[in-house]
C-alpha cells in the first residue's frame, strides 16, 4: 500500500509563520527518505494554518526532493478559475516531470469573511469547474491552446464524503477521503465511490486520510492527542478558520490527559496502540493508498510519527 503525508503547515507559537513554511520543505524531504510516495500541502487561510497558497510551497517541497510526488490536498477549485489552475500545474509539471499531483477540494478552508473576499462562486460551482478542469489537462486537442505541452499532474478529488465522492467517481478520478472530519468510520464512502466509478479506461483509487497522535511514550501520544483535542475544538467555534494562537509543547503537556474512548477522528496512542486502531481502518475501507497528517510544535516528533507509521504499515499489510 502507497503511503501519502498531508501537510497543514501549522503555524506554532514555539516558532512562528517562517519556521512553518521551512518546515514543510524540510518534512518532504524526509518523508521521501522514509519511503512515502506522495507529500501533499492543504490550503487553509487564517493565522495558524499558514499556506494559502499551496502551489508555491509544492514548487519549493518540489526542489527539495529527488523521487517524492509533491502535490495539493487540496486547492480549493470553487475560488479559482480552471484555467488558471491548470496552468500553474502545468509549470509545476515542467519542473517537476511526473511528480506531481494537483488534489482539488470544494472548501471552504477559510472564515466567511475571508472566504467572501477570495471570490468565486461557492460549493456549486465545483463540479462544473473540475469537468472543465479536467478536459484543459486531459484533452490533448484542447490543452495546446492553452499552455506548452507537459506530462500531465495526476489529478485528485478531496473530500469528506458527499458530492465530493460521487463526483469523482462520475469523472473517473481517484478520490481521497478526509476519515479525520469524522469521528466514527464511514466506509460506505468507499463502497460507494467503487460501486459508481464509471470510467472504461481507468480503475477506481481509494485514498484514506487519517490524522495520527503516536509517539514512543505515552505521554507524548497524550500530548500530541490533546493538540488534535484543540484543533477539533477550534473548528467547532470558528468553522474553517482557527483563530489564535496554537499551543505550544509546553502548553499541550499540561493540557496531556488520559484519552477516552478511541475515535476515528484522530488515532492516538503509542505504536502498538495506533497500530491497532489503524489495522481496522485498514480493514474496513480497503484503501489503495493511505495519507497521514499529524500536527505538533516538535519538528523531531512530526518526522518521529511518519517514520512509526511507515514501519506499522509495513507490518499490517504488504507493501505496494
Known sequence: MLLAVLDQTSIFSDAGPGVAVRETVDLAREVERLGYRRFWIAEHHGPTSGCGSPEILVAAAGEATTTLRVGTGAVLLPYYKPLKVATTFNLLSRLFPGRIDLGVGR??????????????????SFEPKLSELVRMISDDSAAPQFFPKADR????????????????????????????????????????YRAQFTSGDTVPRFSLCVRVACADSREDALALGALAGW????????????????????????????????????????????????GELIAAYRPDELAVTTACPRFDLRVRTFELIQEMCGALVPAG
Open 107 to 124: 472548501g471552504p478552508g477559510a472564515g466567511p469573511a475571508t472566504a467572501y473576499l477570495l471570490g468565486g462562486n461557492g460549493p456549486s
Open 153 to 192: 499532474p495526476e489529478l485528485w478529488v478531496m473530500g469528506s464524503g458527499g458530492g465530493s465522492v460521487h463526483t469523482a467517481a462520475r469523472l473517473g478520478l481517484p478520490f481521497s477521503f478526509a476519515q479525520f472530519i469524522h469521528d466514527r468510520p464511514k466506509p460506505e464512502v468507499a463502497d460507494q
Open 231 to 278: 484543533l477539533q475544538t477550534a473548528h467547532v467555534s470558528a468553522p474553517s478558520a482557527l483563530k489564535g494562537t496554537m499551543p505550544s509543547w509546553s502548553e499541550l503537556r499540561e493540557l496531556a490527559a488520559p484519552s477516552g474512548p478511541p475515535t476515528a477522528s484522530t488515532l492516538i496512542g503509542t505504536p502498538s496502540e495506533v497500530q491497532e486502531q489503524l
